[in-house]
């Protein structure tokens, strides 16, 4: 179910979707991937972007999804 590689946690994607699902572990897998979102985007930084200006056009693309 679970592996672990390169000091990473593998979860497959059938888990992940009903973890999502589950009202029980919704906030944890949103929180998980609002980190990742935030990772990636000061990889792709090219200037300091305010962390409420970040939210707000997160959750804009998230209600356009």
Known sequence: M???KNE???IPIA???ELKNDLYF???IEALE???DLI???KEATE???FREYDSK???TIKNV
Request: aromatic share 8%; no cysteine.
């Open 2 to 4: 679970l592996k672990i």
């Open 8 to 10: 990473n946690v593998l």
């Open 15 to 17: 888990l992940w979707n």
């Open 26 to 28: 919704n906030e944890l």
């Open 34 to 36: 609002d980190r990742q």
């Open 40 to 42: 990636e985007a000061k």
């Open 48 to 50: 300091f972007l305010d």
């Open 58 to 60: 997160r959750l804009e």
